[in-house]
């Protein structure tokens, strides 16, 4: 059972490991260099004077050596503007102009940056701020003091001095984030070194821990107030624990009242978790995103656009889709279609063709509010819906699955038909330890979804293809008859167990997975003795499928079996490659292009130029392959 965890653990991280690229490790480098300007520029110029001549010509040398190390970073369609920023940065540092504009135009110069080159910028889970404080004590407070006033014992020994956490202003202007990227790398040529020895748990919480350090309990406390009024503007300001640990202060006080910051900012950095709650999900956070994209199309920056669409439907809408098709599957069908929609006039860079797609996913959203907020499914829809998914699944699986039985009982070969069964029954534990993750330990993303199955079905494709040409080609050689006593017995029982367990295992798993979260969805409606009987009402009707399969395919001759199957398994490839680029696209790999061809999904057909191509492409190599086998036994046939 190794190689099955292996192979489920697989899928499901694979949505996340590459559905977005990862930046080069100089670009946090980078975001740190320019996050000094904005925090310690203060120290070095007052009202257009030179407080401290070692501290401005740091911020000229930090400056320079930004636009420097921004060379050094892959192309980037918008590593101009990056360049430009930059620029602008370093010459307000020359006129000497007021803090608050230079710390702007740093903070505006490392947005660009983590747009183009996005590095993780909030922790995985809430930070735990007890475990900060006894890290706090054990690792910061000899040089920084217990309270973070920076006079901690060994604070007089060292220059230059420990920085004071309590400095009001310094922490008006660093972020959470900047903090955890100091504690992560250290500070060259200062006695702060790296704690990266630390896990990444340990680092969030001793950051958060020391973002507290310069407000005390009254602030906290006016905060709590502020934010239990329900304050929306707030609130809409901080939608999960990235929005907290980027805004800083000064930040949040362009927005709201200078006090408000203060307090607020208190509050939350002291209690993360109120922020996770605050997180939109479903509909409500495909309407942010959606909102967002909007507003990056407008801007001109299309990636930008095209990765929060696609969070729009995977992380927003995605996660609803079960329920959503099982009460209403036309009403599925629109909203995948309008994004699908939306993405391809993002990708063409179409404001208005964007803004009436988005325009049309508002109209479908309320109709989803509408099917979401009707009551639970009567017991019957969820008796329907148990008993229509399973069946659905289970036929293609078993297709495929009948099909390797009956070949190898038709080829003599019982003894390989053990590779066959443990591969599906695999895939059916895996599906059993699906369910347990991703209702126990933690939620399978929609990207991840989406990974899994498009994987799932292409590498299904390929295997059926070669296998059916392979199957047409003895169908019609004339000699299959000793080929099949001589060297395909050895190669079965040998070579090709493997083979056989994967496409049994990944036929079957695919399904299992899809139905798997299907039922999750059809079990908060409640009725559960209604789903228990369509999943068991399910399973009968399958074993008579699979009754009916095995005892028609028995009793067809070998050779009239081949060119049967062989047609069969070559259709299912077909069928499969749409799916397969299908839930690919969806999950952000493969581009969209839309065409006017009808969407037919039981047949794997969709309205795109990609899955066309590929179904295409799929059908004209089996077509070609059966044409020239089928000339080469014609001519053999005229020669006898």
């Not at 930046?23 to 925090?39: E, F, H, R, T």
């Not at 020895?197 to 950051?207: C, F, M, N, P």
């Not at 297709?399 to 066959?420: N, Q, S």
Request: a negative charge; proline letters at 3%; one cysteine or more.
């Amino acid at each position: 059972m190794c190689i099955v965890s292996v192979v489920v653990t697989w899928f499901l991280i694979a949505g996340s490991a590459f559905a977005q690229s990862v930046a080069p490790g100089d670009s946090k480098q980078l975001w740190q260099l320019l996050d000094y300007v904005a925090v310690d520029y203060s120290g070095a110029v007052a009202d257009g004077v030179i407080i401290s001549e070692a501290e401005y010509a740091e911020m000229l040398d930090f400056t320079e050596n930004a636009g420097a190390q921004l060379q050094l970073l892959p192309e980037h369609e918008s590593k101009q503007n990056i360049a430009d920023k930059i620029a602008e940065l370093r010459a307000a540092v020359l006129r000497k102009e007021a803090s608050k504009n230079v710390a702007q135009l740093a903070q505006q110069a490392n947005a660009l940056l983590i747009t183009a080159y996005p590095f993780p910028v909030a922790p995985r889970t809430v930070p735990d701020l007890v475990r900060g404080q006894s890290l706090y004590a054990a690792q910061c407070a000899s040089c920084h003091g217990a309270e973070g006033k920076g006079d901690g014992l060994l604070a007089k020994n060292l220059e230059p001095k420990p920085i004071a956490f309590t400095d009001a202003e310094r922490a008006r202007t660093r972020s959470l984030m900047a903090l955890y990227q100091v504690i992560s790398q250290g500070v060259e040529g200062t006695s702060m070194v790296s704690f990266n020895s630390l896990s990444e748990e340990d680092r969030w919480s001793l950051a958060f821990y020391i973002g507290t350090l310069s407000h005390d309990e009254t602030m906290r406390e006016h905060g709590k107030q502020l934010w239990a009024n329900n304050h929306d503007q707030i609130k809409g300001r901080f939608v999960d624990l990235t929005a907290l640990t980027t805004i800083t202060e000064a930040g949040l006080a362009e927005t709201v009242k200078e006090s408000t910051a203060h307090t607020i900012t208190a509050y939350l950095r002291a209690n993360p978790t109120v922020v996770e709650a605050n997180k939109p999900i479903g509909l409500a956070l495909s309407r942010l995103r959606l909102a967002e994209s909007l507003a990056a199309v407008r801007a001109g920056d299309r990636n930008l656009a095209t990765r929060l669409s696609l969070s729009a439907y995977l992380d927003g809408f995605e996660p609803l889709e079960p329920i959503v098709a099982t009460r209403d599957s036309t009403l599925m069908i629109a909203v995948e279609t309008a994004m699908l929609d939306y993405r391809s006039a993002v990708a063409k860079g179409t404001i208005e063709d964007a803004e009436a797609a988005a325009i049309q996913l508002e109209l479908l959203f309320s109709q989803v509010d509408g099917v979401l907020q009707e009551a639970k499914a009567d017991p019957a829809t969820t008796f329907i819906g148990a008993l229509t998914i399973l069946l659905r699944e289970g036929v293609e699986a078993l297709l495929i699955v009948i099909g390797m039985i009956t070949f190898l009982k038709k080829t003599d070969k019982p003894d390989a038909l053990r590779h066959v069964h443990r591969g599906w029954i695999s895939a059916l534990i895996a599906g059993v330890l699906t369910w347990v993750v991703a209702t126990y330990l933690i939620g399978i993303s929609g990207a991840n979804r989406e990974v899994t199955e498009g994987v799932g079905s292409l590498l299904a494709a390929v295997v059926l293809l070669s296998v059916g040409l392979w199957m047409h080609q003895k169908s019609s050689a004339g000699k299959w008859q000793d080929y099949l006593k001589g060297k395909l017995s050895a190669a079965v029982s040998s070579r090709s167990a493997w083979a056989l367990f994967a496409l049994a295992f990944i036929a079957v798993y695919r399904e299992v997975f899809e139905t798997v979260l299907f039922y999750s969805a059809l079990a908060a409606d409640g009725n559960s003795e209604a789903l228990i009987a369509g999943f068991f009402t399910a399973v009968l009707l399958l074993a008579v499928i699979a009754w009916i399969l095995l005892r028609t395919t028995a009793r067809m001759p070998l050779e009239k079996f081949f060119s049967f199957t062989s047609i069969l398994v070559m259709i299912l490839a077909v069928i499969l490659t749409g799916k397969g680029v299908s839930a690919l696209q969806e999950a952000g790999w493969i581009s969209v292009s839309l065409i006017a061809t009808p969407r037919v999904e039981w047949l794997g057909l969709y309205p795109t130029l990609e899955t066309f191509t590929a179904q295409i492409a799929v059908a004209l190599i089996a077509w070609g392959y059966f044409s020239v086998n089928w000339l080469k036994t014609y001519r053999r046939k005229i020669k006898t």
